[in-house]
């Protein structure tokens, strides 16, 4: 006698097999809307951010051409405009008969009437820098640039001791009047403010623009 083959009842396989019930589905589509939330939230911040370093970039090419500028202005015992500001040997009090001492104008925190940009009195030495007005990037001829206004820029300048290894320089001098100055350029732009320091010492006082 053969064998005997059996097969299994469709029926039976019927009940094995089944689908998703109700509760497993919501339970999916929960699990897959947190999931795309997330996904959406990182390509969102992502988004945001791929423009930060860009503004931060700007900010910091701003304020390093501000600074520059500063620093490399005269940092004199008279105003430049003084008759013996190429003479003068320390900041005494004025003295016109005396070569050796500003005839009428010492240097001061602040500029002596001049304005960055202007064509006959410009900006002439590093303290004029502290009456600069806040304000959108300009050359320095005071021509505002295109493109940048969603900048600002503020630049202090004050007096501050610097030490080094060698020793350091003191704030003020004998007479009380700064020789050693800390430049502070801010910029501020979308997102982002960038703040630069750096030091000017009285090295060259008779030295005129």
Do not use: H, W
Not at 91 to 118: Q, Y
Not at 177 to 191: A, I
């Amino acid at each position: 006698m053969s064998p005997r083959t059996e097969f299994p009842s469709p029926l039976g396989a019927g009940r094995r097999s089944r689908g998703i019930s109700l509760i497993e589905l919501i339970v999916f589509i929960g699990i897959i809307t947190v999931g795309i939330g997330g996904i959406l939230g990182v390509m969102n911040y992502m988004t945001r951010a791929s423009a930060d370093p860009l503004a931060q970039k700007q900010a910091l090419a701003i304020a390093e051409a501000y600074l520059e500028e500063v620093l490399a202005m005269p940092f004199t015992y008279c105003d430049p405009d003084d008759a013996n500001a190429a003479t003068a040997q320390s900041t005494d009090a004025v003295n016109p008969v005396d070569p050796t001492r500003c005839a009428a104008t010492l240097e001061g925190m602040g500029a002596e009437g001049e304005t960055r940009g202007s064509t006959t009195t410009p900006y002439d030495n590093v303290n004029d820098y502290s009456s600069l007005p806040t304000g959108a990037p300009a050359s320095v001829d005071g021509t505002a640039i295109g493109g940048l206004s969603a900048y600002s820029v503020s630049v202090s300048v004050a007096a501050a001791a610097l030490a080094g290894s060698s020793g350091t320089v003191a704030a003020n001098d004998a007479f009380g009047r700064p020789q050693s100055l800390r430049v502070t350029v801010t910029v501020t732009g979308p997102g982002t403010t960038v703040v630069l320091d750096g030091y000017r010492t009285r090295y060259a006082p008779n030295a005129l623009p």
